[in-house]
Nanobody, 116 residues
Framework: QVQLVESGGGLVQAGESLRLSCAAS????????MGWYRQTPGNQRELVAT???????EYGDSVKGRFTISRNKARNTVYLQMNSLKPEDTGVYYC??????????WGQGTQVTVSS
């Protein structure tokens, strides 16, 4: 029912920027929150940023001040602008959508690789 299409990953050098996008097709399901998580090598999946409907963005400690999440409610799309990328930002980034029934939906993931 909920389909998430991610784009924008790739290979960059340290200090450069990338912008991720996630477009959600939700049918009749209403979105409560959109966000991004990531899984870096050897670590569990962690919060990058979330943007609740009617609320303020929240960020993981490791990305505060460098990443910015934004959302186009009309298009059901969420973006992640990643600046000043570091090698430790390398990982698979997953779009996450939560609906009002408590359901959580995940994208397929997009690879971000930052070389030193």
């Amino acid at each position: 029912q909920v389909q998430l299409v991610e784009s924008g990953g790739g290979l960059v050098q340290a200090g450069e920027s990338l912008r991720l996008s996630c477009a959600a097709s939700t049918g009749r399901i209403s979105i409560r929150l959109m966000g991004w998580y990531r899984q870096t090598p050897g670590n569990q999946r962690e919060l990058v940023a979330t943007f609740p409907l009617g609320g303020s963005p929240e960020y993981g400690d490791s990305v505060k001040g460098r990443f910015t999440i934004s959302r186009n409610k009309a298009r059901n799309t969420v973006y992640l602008q990643m600046n000043s990328l570091k090698p430790e930002d390398t990982g698979v980034y997953y779009c996450n959508v939560r609906d009002w029934t408590g359901g959580a939906h995940w994208g397929q993931g997009t690879q971000v690789t930052v070389s030193s």
